[in-house]
């Protein structure tokens, strides 16, 4: 290497410094005017989560208290964790005919994956996905859920 | 001898040591145990040891249905979760003789190629990380960011987005779809000259993987390299070309090959790669053509009695999905092929003789996801 290859080098290699440097350096100024990081817990109330994203499975509920599961256990089936069981009862209609319907819809957040096959494979829209993600509880007992609130029975016309 | 529970061992009658290098190690980037046998500065051997993150997702699959396995592989390479899935769709679909609409092979494209630029994005601030510079870290999760929010809208999912099904895709494109990744690629266009500039031409940079790390064209071949890793060293392996899926026939694209086969070239080929992808974003994201985005399919899958093979190009490489079926509604055998297992196969050859400060700087560039090694 002859010398002024050396020192040819070493002017490169600077210069090379000095062009990433010019980089950072421009962030330096004007990193105030584009920030990316979101305050999180602070900024709790203006947080606006995609439509679709999937945080849990719910059950639909309307304002009679009615939903639309028919007990007819195709998430269960189509769920690969295991995380949905559905107890099923025998109603008796107006006919005297008996008639199956929902008991119980069990829901194990804590088994669940957020794959939304369930969902795809509900036959009348029952159940959806919520975007919601802040689960953390003290025991994982609380995490199984009973999704259909009490009281509730299917809306008139779902089959 | 030496015991694998020791942290470090010399071996009797020579100068050689041997270490462990994880399985809790910040620069193998997972649970990757590596046993190295070391004289002095230089690495004599490199050993590695896996099973710490096995799940036994092969074994797994085998009692899920045909719709359900899929969901399991993104946990694999996660950082290219929804090309994994891609694959077992396409064996599922072969399997059943599944027509796909052509909208829905177009979403799958677009998706693809911003998941593999997202995991390049990740990538390149890991390498960078490596080999010690930060910065370039919190710029690549930004872009990567960006591509997260965009899933996050269509897939419902930032990071296991589980879109693929057998048939198509889950839901139709969200409606801001197209303006939110044209306004990425008009961002990232500007910030990748950007990555250049910060890192590729930094002379630090540039002598930590310059010359470290050389796998010939035949040792490549020969250790079943795939992906950047192979293309780094004259291999021509893209599946994209030589096995084309989707529409990958219809869109203009170079496959990236550099001849030096050393570290710098697996950076070159990775950076190239995601102007690239961008490219084929461009072509695609305008005209993708109305219609269904999910083909008509029976609530259970029952493929025909055969073997079946499907192969993509995940951002690593390839990832083949063999499929066994019986006829039933559950596979026989289910075998992944992933490209992180072939990669890491090959890093003994290429740091042997090496410094042991670039290990981590040639494992930077293998690009490797232990899930994904490790099933």
Do not use: E, K, Q, S
């Given at each position: 290497m002859t010398l002024k290859q050396y020192f040819s080098n070493i002017f490169t290699g600077v210069k090379s410094l000095a062009t990433g440097m010019k980089v950072t350096g421009g962030y330096f100024l004007r990193h105030h005017k584009e920030k990316i990081t979101e305050q999180y817990p602070d900024n709790r109330d203006t947080l606006v989560l995609a439509e679709r994203f999937r945080g849990e499975v719910i059950m639909t509920h309307d304002d009679n208290n009615e939903h639309a599961c028919t007990g007819c256990t195709a998430c269960e089936l189509a769920c690969p964790n295991g995380t949905i069981k559905i107890i099923t009862k025998f109603d008796l209609t107006p006919e005297g005919k008996k008639k199956k319907a929902l008991d119980t819809f069990i829901y194990h957040l804590e088994l669940c994956t957020m794959c939304n096959l369930c969902v795809e494979a509900c036959p009348t829209s029952a159940i959806t996905m919520a975007p919601t993600f802040e689960h953390s509880v003290f025991d994982r007992s609380q995490l199984i859920k009973k999704l259909n609130k009490p009281g509730s029975k299917i809306r008139e016309g779902v089959e | 001898m030496y015991r694998e529970t020791d942290i470090i061992q010399t071996i009797p009658g020579t100068d050689e040591m041997v270490i462990n290098v994880g399985p809790q190690h910040p620069s193998t980037h997972g649970v990757l145990h590596l046993v190295i046998t070391i004289d002095g500065e230089t690495v004599k051997k490199v050993e590695p040891h896996l099973g710490y993150i096995h799940r036994s997702i092969e074994k797994m699959c085998e009692s899920l249905s045909y719709r359900q396995f899929i969901y399991t592989t993104s946990r694999m390479d996660y950082l290219s979760a929804h090309i994994n899935n891609h694959a077992c769709a396409l064996a599922v679909e072969q399997a059943m003789g599944i027509e796909v609409p052509l909208r829905a092979q177009y979403i799958r494209v677009v998706m693809d190629e911003l998941t593999r630029i997202a995991s390049h994005c990740l990538w390149w601030g890991s390498v960078a990380m490596d080999c010690g510079a930060v910065t370039p870290f919190f710029l690549a999760f930004r872009e990567r960011e960006m591509i997260n929010t965009i899933m996050e809208e269509t897939?419902?999912?930032?990071?296991?987005?589980?879109?693929?099904?057998?048939?198509?895709?889950?839901?139709?494109?969200?409606?801001?779809f197209q303006r939110d990744a044209k306004a990425f690629l008009a961002h990232f266009r500007s910030k990748i000259d950007e990555y250049d500039e910060l890192v590729t031409g930094n002379i630090i940079f540039q002598n930590r993987l310059k010359g470290t790390g050389f796998i010939s064209k035949a040792d490549a071949i020969s250790y079943g390299c795939t992906g950047p890793t192979a293309r780094g060293s004259g291999v021509s392996c893209d599946v994209r070309k030589w096995y084309p899926y989707e529409v990958y026939q219809q869109v203009q694209f170079d496959e990236i090959l550099e001849t030096a086969g050393d570290s710098y070239a697996r950076y070159l080929v990775r950076l190239a790669e995601l102007r690239q992808s961008m490219s084929i974003i461009e072509q695609l994201i305008d005209n993708i053509p109305t219609g269904d985005f999910q083909a008509k399919t029976k609530a259970v899958l029952k493929p025909p009695k055969g073997e079946f093979y499907s192969r993509v190009e995940t951002a690593r490489g390839e990832l083949g999905v063999y499929i066994v079926s019986e006829g039933g509604t559950t596979p026989y055998r289910i075998k992944f092929r992933s490209p992180g297992f072939s990669n890491l196969s090959a890093l003994d050859h290429m740091v042997r003789g090496q410094k042991l400060g670039d290990l981590v700087a040639v494992m930077g560039t293998l690009d490797l996801v232990i899930p994904d090694i490790d099933r």
């Open positions: - | 897939c419902g999912a930032r990071l296991t987005m589980n879109y693929m099904v057998p048939g198509g895709v889950m839901f139709d494109l969200h409606p801001n």
